[in-house]
């Protein structure tokens, strides 16, 4: 999938089921699935892991590409082999497919044991449901070690003062950035971070009239419309001191002026010839890696997590590179963004999952194995040691320094699905002239409320 926002629909579909399941834990049926497999080394010795001498079963389902699974099952194998009472029972998948099956199994009861999350919002749901463990007794007793993970990368795990996921890989929200163009094109090359936003929006006036069109005849621009991406909207809020939502679960976190603000921002930079036209970023914008703006050379910048580089790079020759989000009189807000792993509170063998948890964010051979697969490895000693793809590598010199320089963000509300699906269809409309941004930021509210309320 391109972008995060591509997957509202399957959200809300999530958020939807799960508000509904009746959840109870600890005895759901742990079977070993339709497409479930175990490693070669699955069997045999019974010392670790094993509950009464009999191997203990977990099932872990995972969404991503071919190629995510194959390194995956080498890493179940591995672990296997390191935990010889324990077999994972495998159950891969895509995005769609991963985010249908977990709230249907979970409302029957079946839920697998092993849980993955990613920062846009999907744990408090089932958190508030009871569906997910907490994780604080495991680290307080060392079976999750996390003493090589910064405090503030924890942080982003936690839901009302409860740890209940960890990471095993992240990334910032940044700008991916084709300066392999930018030099064909004879344009001066950005500057890794910039100040403010006028600061940044005058260097892109600055290489518009350099960039002419692309291979297809069509007309390149400096940045992709993304107006409509939370993860963006959130780092700028930040700079105003403010946060996606309140701190105390009340509702959001900023005002209706500041969206308009937002809006507005990005409608003065379409105006100026520096994003597409809405007709073009609606036909070409949701489409998937190969077909992406970046990747047609229709834009030179596109906002995103920055563990895509090396993914993006996959379908371009281009030299590729990201920046920071531009800053606020010299501060930063962007937002950190991952996967993370959680515990089934249907599971009946947490323990085995939390020794999976705890080789994730410890073991390097594993990491080895991994190699910042789904996001850069949070642990310090193992992020010394790894040698890096070189795209990884300017992935991780980017977070790192929002993690310096920035707080962790708050979490997300329950709910937020249908929150930056409005989001969204509130821009389209400012974008297509239906609406001034004033009634579409008064019906963004107005959806927001209703659905915080019910």
Not at 251 to 266: H, P, R, T, V, Y
Not at 356 to 364: K, V
Request: charged fraction near 25%.
């Amino acid at each position: 999938m391109k972008k995060r926002r591509l997957s509202l629909v399957a959200l809300i579909l999530i958020l939807s089921l799960v508000m509904s399941a009746c959840v109870s834990g600890n005895n759901g049926n742990n079977g070993t699935g339709s497409n479930g497999s175990g490693g070669e080394n699955s069997t045999g010795n019974t010392s670790v892991g094993s509950d009464n001498g009999k191997i203990v079963e977990i099932r872990f389902p995972w969404w991503g590409s071919v190629a995510r699974h194959e390194k995956y099952n080498q890493m179940m194998d591995m672990f296997e082999e390191k935990n010889p009472g324990i077999k994972v029972i495998r159950e891969p998948g895509s995005w769609d497919d991963y985010w249908s099956k977990i709230p249907t199994q979970t409302a029957g009861n079946n839920a697998p044991d092993v849980l993955m999350y990613t920062t846009v919002g999907q744990m408090p749901e089932y958190a508030d449901k009871g569906a997910v463990l907490a994780l604080d007794d495991y680290i307080a007793d060392g079976t999750i070690d996390v003493s090589k993970v910064p405090p503030n990368i924890i942080e982003l795990g936690k839901y009302k003062g409860k740890t209940y996921m960890i990471t095993k890989g992240l990334a910032a929200i940044s700008l991916t950035t084709n300066i392999g163009l930018l030099k064909e094109k004879g344009a001066p090359l950005p500057k890794e971070e910039y100040a403010t936003w006028d600061e940044f929006i005058a260097y892109m006036k600055e290489i518009k009239p350099l960039l002419g069109k692309n291979e297809n005849g069509g007309e390149i621009f400096p940045i992709e419309d993304d107006a409509q991406d939370d993860l963006l909207l959130e780092s700028f809020l930040r700079l105003k001191g403010k946060n996606m939502f309140a701190e105390d679960g009340s509702g959001l976190g900023f005002a209706k002026e500041d969206l308009i603000e937002w809006f507005e921002l990005w409608q003065s930079m379409k105006n100026e010839g520096l994003v597409p036209p809405a007709q073009i970023t609606a036909e070409e914008g949701a489409l998937q890696w190969e077909q992406d703006m970046l990747a047609t050379h229709r834009v030179i910048m596109s906002g995103r997590p920055g563990n895509h580089l090396k993914t993006i790079k996959n379908y371009m020759e281009d030299e590729l590179t990201i920046i920071r989000l531009p800053g606020g009189n010299g501060t930063f807000g962007e937002v950190l963004t991952g996967a993370f792993l959680g515990i089934s509170a249907q599971s009946e063998h947490p323990e085995a999952v939390a020794k999976l948890i705890n080789t994730w964010l410890n073991d390097l051979e594993f990491n080895q194995l991994y190699m910042n697969e789904h996001g850069i490895v949070q642990n310090t000693e193992i992020l010394k040691q790894l040698e890096m793809n070189p795209y990884d590598e300017i992935t991780t010199k980017n977070m790192q320094a929002v993690i310096a320089s920035t707080e962790p963000q708050s979490s997300r509300l329950p709910g937020v699905a249908g929150i930056f699906e409005q989001l969204g269809k509130s821009y389209e409309e400012v974008n297509f002239g239906v609406k001034s941004a004033e009634a579409a930021v008064d019906d963004f509210f107005a959806e927001a409320e209703r659905i915080m309320n019910k």
